[in-house]
């Protein structure tokens, strides 16, 4: 499971507090050498390969479940660490180095936002070097009713 689905679960299971108990419900959980490795492509040329990722992070969330605010939230995610990605093909390189990503959730009866970014520098094999961008954003209103997208944007970029 990628960080972003860890993530999206995370937050997907942490939504039903929201409905219980009074004031104010938090919750944090510390990440140390955890390890994912999946199949994914290269993000600069497509080639397919396995990644591996080793990581330290951190998820928090807040929820009021009581007043005037019940049914607002804050979530957030923030992981560092490195990576090694192995291509398909042996005649491609393999890359390693660190990455980085982020994300930020905030939610009422409303309208919901979250943006993400994610970071990515290695060396690779034959000596060449890659470096991944990304930012991620979603504004959705009435998300409870009749959700409408109102902002959407993934721009990534390579170099």
Same mark, same amino acid.
């Given at each position: ?6 993530a @999206?679960?995370f937050?997907?299971l942490?939504? &039903?507090?929201?409905?219980s108990?009074?004031?104010a419900?938090? %919750?944090?959980?510390?990440f140390?050498n @955890?390890v994912?490795?999946?199949?994914? &492509?290269?993000p ?8 591996? !990722?080793?990581?330290?992070?951190v998820?928090h @969330?807040?929820f #009021? ?6 049914g607002?939230?804050?979530?957030? %995610?923030?992981a ?7 291509? +398909? ?5 393999? %890359?390693?180095?660190?990455?980085t +990503?982020w994300?930020g959730?905030?939610?009422? !009866?409303?309208?919901f936002?979250?943006t @993400? +970014? %994610?970071? #990515?520098?290695? +060396?690779g094999?034959?000596?060449s ?11 959705? !209103?009435? &998300?409870l009713t009749? &959700? ?7 721009k990534?970029?390579?170099?």
């Open positions: 499971m990628s960080i972003t689905a860890c @999206a679960a937050f997907a942490s939504l &039903p507090v929201s409905a108990g009074a004031g419900v938090s %919750f944090t959980q510390t140390h @955890a994912q490795t999946m199949p994914v &492509p290269n600069c040329t497509g080639a397919p390969g396995t990644v591996t !990722l080793t990581y330290n992070g998820a @969330a807040t #009021l479940t009581s007043g005037v605010g019940a607002t939230g804050w979530e957030t %995610f923030t560092t660490g490195e990576f090694a990605f192995v291509p +398909t093909d042996p005649s491609q390189p393999s %890359f390693s180095g660190k990455f +990503t994300d959730d905030n939610e009422n !009866l409303r309208n936002t979250a @993400a +970014t %994610f970071r #990515l520098r290695g +060396t094999s034959d000596g070097t890659i470096s991944f961008h990304d930012v991620a954003h979603i504004t959705i !209103l009435n &998300p009749n &959700p409408t997208i109102v902002v959407s944007f993934d990534f970029s390579c170099g």
